[in-house]
Every structure is written in C-alpha cells, then in structure tokens.
C-alpha cells in the first residue's frame, strides 16, 4: 500500500482508496477476528469534534458485525504526558463508554507515543491497522517518522486523517502514512459524510480483507458504492 494522499473529491479519493485496497494483503487469517487501533488527539482543539468522533468509531463497529465483529483499541493523548490505551474492546457500547468519559485538554501532541504503542501492539499480536484523526504536529519529525517506518515493515498500514490544515502537520502526516504503507486523507467539517465512509471501509477491510469490502460497498451505496463498481 502506498502512502499518497488521499484527495477530498469524492471520485478521486475513491479511486486512491482503491488502489490501496487491491495492493493490501488479506489483513487477517480466515476466521480470525481483526484488531485495529483507532487513535485520537484529544488536545483542546478537537474539543468540537470529539463527539463526532464517538458517534464515527460506533459506525465502524457496526459495519463489520456481519464479518465476526472487530475488536478496536481506543487511544489518545491529552494535556501534560496523558496517554491513554484501552483494553481491546469488542462492542461499540464499551469504546463509547470510554469516550464519553473524556474531557478535551490543552497540551502538545504525543504522535511518537502513538506509534511506538502501535509497533508494540503489533510485536505482540497481529494488527489489521492503524487510523489516527489529528489537526496538529508539535515534535520532532525524524523520530516519529522512524517509528512510522517500523510500523510499516510489521504490515500494519497507518491510516492519518488530517483534520483542518497547516502545511507542516500535513508533510509530517503525509509521511507517516507514506512509512506505514497507509494512506492520508485531509477533512474539514464539509466532508464528515465522506470520512464516516471511509472509516467504515477500513473498519470492514481489517475485519474481512477485499472481498468483505466489496459486499460493504453494494450494501452502503454512495462513496462504498462506488468501490464495488471500481473493483468489478
């Protein structure tokens, strides 16, 4: 999988996704469930679309029930060095439970720690992939980058979305996801519809593999839709 950007055209991101989709191998093993580590920053800035944020993680679990379920990681980073990961969660009840309890706090972002949680993640046990949702990049970038560079080379791809701009956080996430063989997609508040989409893809990608995202796509329509007529 390359790390490209993803546009924010409907048709052009679809066709990038895809390309994406078609190179990856089956994320997990036939009858096995996936595991996938859904990251946040949780800085004072993304205070208003936190909540968004629950309600998108729901919809991801939804999605993949009919494929055996998802089991999905919780983590984020907030004010002075608070990191937090919870257990591996296989109902959309409990990872809400645990968002909701979350308060928004100033402080830097912790991207490295989120990286390096992941790599270890994935030494342990097999992980389908990472997404990270962010709007903002405060460290140094050659050592996250090396932490994105072994992510890539255990097989998990790293898929950032960029919330808001600023040309810096966007080449530091644009080679995060480049090193872990991911993909990047910058969002604003206009393309909530797409982004839920595309997270509900990459939910029932790292449950199912291709074939499971193909039968996601004729049954969800709009942008899903479109993917099936892609991949034929």
Do not use: N
């Not at 898929?159 to 997609?185: N, S, T, W």
């Amino acid at each position: 999988m390359s790390g490209t950007k993803l546009p924010t055209s409907g048709q052009a991101t679809v066709d990038a996704f895809l390309a994406k989709v078609r190179a990856a191998p089956r994320p997990v093993p036939a009858g096995a469930r996936g595991r996938l580590i859904f990251a946040l920053d949780a800085t004072l800035s993304r205070q208003p679309t936190w909540d968004q944020a629950a309600q998108l993680q729901a919809e991801m679990f939804r999605e993949t029930q009919a494929l055996g379920g998802l089991d999905l990681q919780l983590v984020y980073y907030r004010g002075f060095h608070d990191f937090f990961a919870s257990p591996w969660l296989a109902e959309s009840d409990a990872l809400l439970r645990h968002m909701s309890g979350v308060d928004c706090q100033g402080g830097q972002t912790q991207i490295e720690r989120v990286l390096a949680h992941a790599v270890a993640e994935a030494k342990a046990r097999r992980v389908a992939a990472l997404v990270f949702v962010g709007d903002a990049f405060e460290e140094d970038a050659d050592t996250v980058c090396q932490q994105a560079g072994a992510l890539g080379l255990l097989g998990v791809p790293a898929f950032i979305f960029h919330e808001g701009g600023g040309e810096r956080p966007a080449r530091v996430f644009q080679e995060i996801a480049r090193l872990g063989k991911g993909a990047y997609c910058p969002f604003d508040a206009g393309s909530a519809k797409q982004l839920r989409e595309l997270l509900s893809a990459v939910a029932v990608y790292a449950a199912g593999g291709r074939a499971a995202l193909e039968h996601h796509a004729r049954r969800a329509g709009g942008a899903a839709l479109l993917l099936t007529h892609r991949l034929g």
